[in-house]
């Protein structure tokens, strides 16, 4: 073990789990002030229930040796894994742990304020397991049918962004709109508090997934920055034009659709590339919040428009812009055609199999007395904080 390297991947890997709590805020900001404990509870959950999942059995079949499609049990429960002689491999656990816990987070943001969590507790469990860990084994593991076609994603524009985006959107299809869908943000420091954690967390997302601290982080670190600042600004100039004003949710929401576009492509591509890659998500993603206004389908906190569709662009937009010199394969604009086929094969394949088995995860976890989908009408009324964690975001008075 490299004890620079070593340094660099232990401190991104606390980047990329704090990123979680930063998405907490982040949602937590965009909804309703009784349902704030309750939104923030879905991320921060999640960091106890899938670190638990992922070193008993999650690692080992997202990474073991098992075949094509998915790992073994090599590894169950980490067996096998010594500190002493396998350090390194322990800390590869560590740094992959935090973008499984951070990906079914993602979800929660198309169905908060109506969820009921004890379910969700079974569904993290279940959706990592067996949507997840395999997607992940295709595309990141020596062995995966994905990784072998040569697909490139470097930090994750498939296997997070893209899955949990159509997941995000079968969820909201599924569990249905809020009684009142429409409703005002509670608190826009904590949107923009959020975001800027992602922001500083995502450092440790892109630069890290190299495994090194060398040329290809710093390159990654840069245009992640870039691709952000680009996207930002476009989100928020387009934004003035069309309604007089720049929001500075529109601006937080830029950056982030900016961050999830070159994720993939952040370990591939130069500084040209990252600012056509945040001008893409700045203008597809805002673009695409307004058709799932005009689609009316309650997804609450416009994952699909920002994770999903900007996961999509990030995908295609690394088969154009990917540079030989940087990454080791080149793009469409480049000369190399071919890639752009392996892309939308990565994407197709993504897509489908997320759906489908988000899907049955969600219809199995509905018909099973006890749990279900949905919060009572009753709940609903009260918020989430109250009647599913007894708590409060805010009180008015120490005697109240």
Not at 144 to 162: M, N, R
Not at 231 to 251: D, F, N, P, Y
């Amino acid at each position: 073990m490299d004890s620079g390297n070593t340094a660099w991947m232990l401190a991104a890997s606390a980047l990329v789990l704090f990123m979680t709590p930063g998405l907490a805020f982040f949602y937590g900001g965009l909804v309703r002030s009784r349902n704030v404990v309750s939104t923030i509870m879905y991320s921060f959950i999640a960091m106890a229930v899938v670190s638990l999942v992922w070193v008993l059995w999650g690692y080992s079949l997202a990474f073991g040796e098992g075949g094509k499609f998915i790992g073994d049990f090599s590894h169950l429960g980490l067996s096998g894994l010594d500190v002493m002689n396998d350090g390194d491999e322990l800390l590869f656990v560590v740094f992959q742990m935090m973008f499984a816990i951070i990906t079914p987070a993602l979800i929660t943001g198309a169905i908060v304020e109506r969820f009921k969590f004890t379910t969700y507790l079974v569904f993290l469990v279940l959706w990592v397991t067996l949507v997840y860990v395999p997607i992940a084994h295709w595309v990141w593991a020596g062995d995966g049918w994905l990784f072998e076609k040569g697909a490139l994603d470097f930090a994750g524009g498939t296997v997070v962004h893209i899955n949990a985006g159509i997941a995000a959107l079968v969820a909201a299809v599924m569990v249905g709109r809020r009684k009142n869908a429409a409703s005002e943000p509670h608190n826009v420091p904590y949107v923009v508090l959020g975001a800027a954690i992602l922001w500083f967390g995502w450092f440790g997302f892109n630069a890290g997934s190299g495994l090194a601290a060398n040329e290809i982080a710093v390159n990654a670190f840069l245009v992640t920055n870039i691709s952000a600042a680009t996207a930002a600004l476009t989100w928020g100039i387009i934004s003035q034009i069309q309604t007089g004003r720049m929001s500075a949710i529109g601006v937080a929401s830029g950056a982030v659709a900016g961050l999830v576009a070159i994720t993939p492509a952040s370990g591939f591509v130069g500084v040209m590339g990252a600012i056509a890659i945040g001008f893409g998500a700045g203008a597809l993603c805002y673009g695409a919040v307004l058709l799932r206004a005009k689609l009316k389908f309650d997804d609450a906190l416009e994952v699909v428009a920002v994770h999903g569709v900007g996961g999509l662009w990030g995908a295609i937009a690394t088969g154009i812009f990917a540079v030989g010199v940087i990454g080791g394969t080149d793009g469409l604009i480049e000369g190399n055609r071919g890639i752009m086929g392996t892309q939308f094969i990565a994407i197709g394949a993504t897509l489908g199999y997320s759906l489908v088995a988000t899907a049955v995860i969600l219809k199995v976890l509905d018909i099973i007395p006890g749990l279900g989908l949905r919060v009572s009408e009753n709940d609903e009324d009260q918020g989430l904080d109250l009647t599913a964690h007894g708590e409060r975001a805010y009180v008015s008075d120490g005697a109240d």
